[in-house]
């Protein structure tokens, strides 16, 4: 599985992007795909998952504000992110939960100015 993340960019506090991850699988076969984000300094921390059945999964500090969605077409998942805070601002990477283990997407940088 390959992943080619894009969508960052800079934005001002209340504002919207949306993030996306191509992949080179269908859909169907992988369980599970999201998103991570990382702080300069800080731990990468979970943002969103979806699996292949649908479910979904949050932080709590995106809760309300992110949408995670699949395009199953075009073998691609998105990050909507919407209200969006300066704490928003960080590399964010997509990955892939296959059964041979997890692949990471390159980051893309979103920066939220106050």
């Known amino acids: 599985v390959q992943l080619q993340a894009s969508g960052g960019g800079l934005v001002q506090a209340g504002g919207s992007l949306r993030l996306s991850c191509a992949t080179s699988?269908?859909?169907?076969?992988?369980?599970?795909m999201g998103w991570y984000r990382q702080i300069p300094g800080k731990q990468r921390e979970p943002v969103a998952l979806l699996s292949n059945l649908g479910s979904t999964e949050y932080v709590d500090s995106v809760k309300g504000r992110f949408a995670i969605s699949r395009d199953n077409a075009k073998k691609t998942v998105y990050l909507q992110m919407n209200v969006l805070k300066a704490e928003d601002t960080a590399v964010y990477y997509c990955?892939?939960?296959?059964?041979?283990?997890?692949?990471w997407g390159q980051g893309t940088l979103v920066t939220v100015s106050s």
């Open positions: 990955y892939a939960y296959t059964n041979g283990g997890v692949v």
């Open positions: 699988e269908k859909m169907s076969s992988i369980p599970i």
